[in-house]
């Protein structure tokens, strides 16, 4: 059971426009998101990430957006770069218990960024 | 600081080969994870340790092993390799979730840059 997903394996976005990028989430007892950025042959890096007490977290380029009652989140690239082709992995934490100490991943979304 | 680092690179085995795989980590994190990535499935859970002496099964434990030592280090075994452990492997850790300064320090996690693990 899928319980972090990104619907679109692939995004061609045009440089200069408007990246978004989608993910979808089932556990309503997530209550913190993050996105990574990966490049071929590199780790995942974090890139930004949003509390579920908010519905928008921005830095520089890139903003999340938080619909808790949609059980749904995106990332906005604006404006896109060359550089930010990659694969965009969301993911979901939940203070449950007495920790937090899991990540769930989505399944990915490759960005190309067409000059 | 190197961050976190994964030994070997790269791997083949055959089938019935055990190999370890080595994470460390230089950022006195106490939390480690190992995870795996296959086409079309994002990253799952292999192992985890939330300290030293420590370990618990993530999503996807079954042919695997870990062992956690020493705090900077988390060791991914292999006792015999089969095709479909064929994958790329990650390892990342993160900080303990007693650490001030909100949820951005406890839950970001630190990757290392891989292990791509062929089994003939």
């Known amino acids: 059971d899928q319980q972090v997903k990104q619907n679109s394996p692939s995004l061609s976005v045009q440089e200069g426009r408007i990246s978004i990028l989608n993910c979808d989430y089932t556990n309503s007892m997530f209550d913190y998101f993050l996105w990574y950025k990966k490049y071929p042959a590199e780790g995942p890096t974090f890139l930004i990430s949003i509390s579920s007490i908010k519905d928008k977290n921005e830095d520089g380029r890139f903003t999340v957006f938080l619909n808790k009652s949609a059980k749904h989140l995106s990332l906005h690239i604006v404006p896109s770069q060359p550089g930010d082709s990659a694969v965009y992995f969301c993911?979901?934490?939940?203070?449950?218990?007495?920790?937090?100490?899991?990540?769930?991943f989505g399944t990915g979304t490759r960005l190309t960024i067409i000059p | 600081n190197a961050g976190v680092t994964q030994t070997p690179k790269f791997r083949v085995l055959k089938t019935g080969q055990s190999m370890t795989l080595l994470c460390a980590q230089d950022m006195n994190h106490e939390y480690m994870y190992w995870y795996r990535q296959d086409p079309g499935m994002g990253l799952r859970l292999i192992h985890y340790s939330v300290g030293e002496g420590t370990t618990a099964k993530g999503e996807v434990p079954d042919g695997y092993n870990v062992s956690r030592l020493k705090k900077q280090n988390f060791l991914l075994g292999l006792e015999s390799a089969a095709p479909s452990q064929t994958s790329v492997y990650f390892c990342?850790?993160?900080?303990?979730?007693?650490?001030?300064?909100?949820?951005?320090?406890?839950?970001?996690?630190?990757f290392g840059p891989g292990t791509r693990l062929t089994v003939l």
């Open positions: 990342a850790s993160s900080y303990s979730k007693g650490l001030a300064g909100g949820r951005k320090n406890t839950d970001t996690q630190y």
């Open positions: 993911a979901a934490s939940a203070w449950v218990n007495f920790g937090n100490e899991k990540l769930t």
